[in-house]
């Protein structure tokens, strides 16, 4: 996947400036500050983080925000600050819950919390871990599984960047575990990216 630029997909991010014109364009300015200082913190948490397809973690999130914003067009302060920070808790030993509170507000820190994996547990039963995640996240907010479903569709979007070291674990994963949970609310969004994640999805199972 080729932009007009002529990037792939996988090495596409988002600037400030970038950042900036969309909330101020089509979000609440008056928080665009707020968005600004989530987008630094995690690019600082993710600083030197390099993914399997050597490409920065940071990318990966700064394109989990574009979906919600380009592609699903939503532009909510809580929700895009989520996503910018929903990885830092597993990523820095520094920040924590009370933290994001006291900077953003207890909402986002409740959606960064209920998106975070304990990963010392995963490295020991992955599997496990990850159906505990999934039942916890049956039980959250629309906003957490939005956010979730979206860092899922990039994933899937990077597979054939050879991103994932079993590639058909993941999907498989992302097929029976993820989607049933967009699929049984009435929120049209998460409808939408369990399509999107179905029809990348298909690309790559031919």
Do not use: W
């Not at 050879?162 to 058909?168: H, I, V």
Request: charged fraction near 25%; hydrophobic fraction near 40%; glycine fraction near 2%.
């Amino acid at each position: 996947m080729i932009d007009p630029n002529g990037t792939p997909y996988n090495r596409r991010s988002l600037t400030p400036s970038e950042l900036e014109e969309r909330i101020v364009t089509y979000g609440d300015p008056i928080h665009v500050n707020r968005i600004i200082d989530a987008y630094e913190m995690a690019r600082s948490v993710h600083a030197g983080q390099v993914r399997n397809d050597d490409t920065p973690f940071f990318d990966h999130i700064a394109r989990t925000v574009r979906i919600i914003m380009d592609e699903l067009r939503v532009y909510d302060t809580d929700l895009i600050t989520a996503a910018f920070l929903h990885d830092v808790l597993e990523d820095s030993q520094k920040i924590t819950r009370e933290v994001l509170e006291y900077n953003f507000g207890s909402y986002v820190a409740y959606v960064v919390e209920t998106l975070t994996k304990d990963l010392a547990k995963a490295k020991i039963d992955p599997d496990n871990i990850d159906l505990q995640y999934v039942a916890r996240l049956k039980k959250s907010s629309h906003d957490c599984i939005l956010i979730k479903l979206a860092a899922r569709l990039d994933n899937v979007r990077c597979i054939s960047f050879n991103l994932k070291r079993n590639p058909m674990v993941y999907l498989s994963n992302t097929f029976d575990r993820y989607l049933p949970i967009a699929e049984a609310s009435n929120n049209p969004r998460l409808h939408a990216l369990s399509t999107m994640i179905r029809m990348e999805a298909n690309t790559i199972l031919g």
